[in-house]
């Protein structure tokens, strides 16, 4: 699935899931039927759906343009303008209907019969030195328990969306950070790949250019067939490793030519055995990863006054990669430089690069082998 698309599919279901919380916990959340009709719960899911928007307006443009600017106070302020958004806006589209008229205990009062045994009006004169006893303390009856009722559950709903909004702001600040981490690290990776291919380019060419120098000073029959194999390894080069993975197939066609001018420029003056095995149908690999060890078995196992052997065998399986290079150590005059194992070096690179965790590689030396096996992990 195409990764664009997977990420859709995941914020979309993140969403959804978000907005079933106020119908999952609303009072009234048996009555199936009624309740998107509950005041408080569209009051919720208003709120909510701000919520949701808030998000996406802080992660895609109040953090990179304020946060990662270093304008700190510009941010706060425009987060605490959008609180104040989420908060005070769905209780100007759903207003709350708060009670009113006389507590319930008065109007039980009002309602009830006069005591059978109370006097006429007559008898309820009182006698003109009569002093009315002091009033009963008043409670304070300026609210009734549903008007208090109503305050608590008022803040109670301002806390809960603080809660949930300083949640979201922190999720997504936080998932802000660690793409951005992300894709620093994906640029740094693929300068460090360019820098590595504009070292192996080279090191390629030399050596190969070596190879046919070789071939026109015997005047050999096989210098144009090494021209144009030459010229197909180069296109490959330079069309085709500039990805990070191609398929098998080509990179296989690389590593054949490449042994083919090899034998052109030693004939039969070494042992070699060269073989490819498995389907390579759809597979793909690094480029230029598996020539490394093979350049360095042709470089260090070949002297024509020593039995020289090379042994180079590809195993493709259905989800990774076997390859065993095995040469002769025999004894080689060159320069210092050349023996620096830049390709080597360079190709352990790549592969923690490109395949963390996902290759072993093991070199064996000894006083006459020397053996490379590696196992890739293919994609």
Not at 29 to 53: C, E, G
Not at 238 to 262: A, G, M, R
Not at 327 to 340: A, C, G, L, Q
């Amino acid at each position: 699935m195409n990764f664009q698309i997977r990420q859709f599919l995941i914020h979309l279901a993140g969403c959804i899931l978000f907005l079933m919380l106020p119908l999952l916990f609303a009072p009234d959340a048996p009555d199936s039927f009624n309740i998107l009709r509950s005041q408080p719960t569209q009051r919720n899911l208003i709120a909510y759906v701000l919520m949701i928007a808030f998000f996406y307006f802080n992660y895609f443009l109040l953090i990179p343009k304020f946060y990662f600017e270093r304008h700190y106070s510009r941010f706060l302020l425009a987060t605490f303008i959008c609180f104040i958004i989420v908060v005070t806006l769905p209780s100007t589209l759903f207003p709350e209907r708060r009670p009113s008229g006389p507590p319930p205990n008065e109007r039980m009062r009002s309602k009830m019969p006069p005591p059978a045994n109370q006097p006429s009006d007559m008898q309820a004169i009182p006698p003109k030195n009569y002093s009315p006893p002091p009033p009963p303390p008043q409670r304070d009856e300026g609210q009734s328990p549903s008007q208090r009722g109503f305050t608590l559950f008022t803040l109670f709903n301002i806390a809960q969306h603080l809660f949930i909004f300083l949640a979201v702001a922190f999720f997504s600040l936080v998932l802000k950070i660690s793409n951005r981490w992300k894709q620093t690290e994906k640029e740094k990776i693929n300068a460090e790949l360019l820098y590595l291919r504009g070292q192996i380019n080279p090191h390629f060419l030399f050596n190969t250019l070596n190879n046919i120098y070789s071939l026109a000073l015997e005047k050999s029959d096989n210098t144009a067939t090494a021209v144009v194999k030459l010229s197909g390894m180069m296109r490959y080069v330079l069309n085709e490793t500039h990805q990070d993975f191609v398929s098998i197939e080509k990179e296989i066609s690389y590593i054949s030519s490449y042994i083919e001018l090899q034998q052109m420029r030693f004939g039969n003056s070494i042992s070699l055995a060269y073989r490819v095995n498995g389907d390579t149908t759809g597979k793909k690999i690094a480029p230029l990863i598996l020539i490394a060890f093979i350049e360095n078995a042709f470089k260090h196992g070949i002297n024509a006054e020593e039995d020289s052997c090379i042994r180079i065998s590809i195993d493709i399986l259905s989800s990774e990669l076997n390859l065993l290079v095995r040469n002769n150590k025999v004894h080689i005059e060159k320069p210092i430089e050349e023996h620096s194992g830049l390709g080597i070096e360079n190709t352990k690179n790549r592969l923690n690069l490109l395949y963390p965790s996902r290759h072993t590689l093991m070199i064996q030396e000894n006083e006459k082998n020397f053996t490379v096996s590696l196992n890739l992990q293919l994609t």
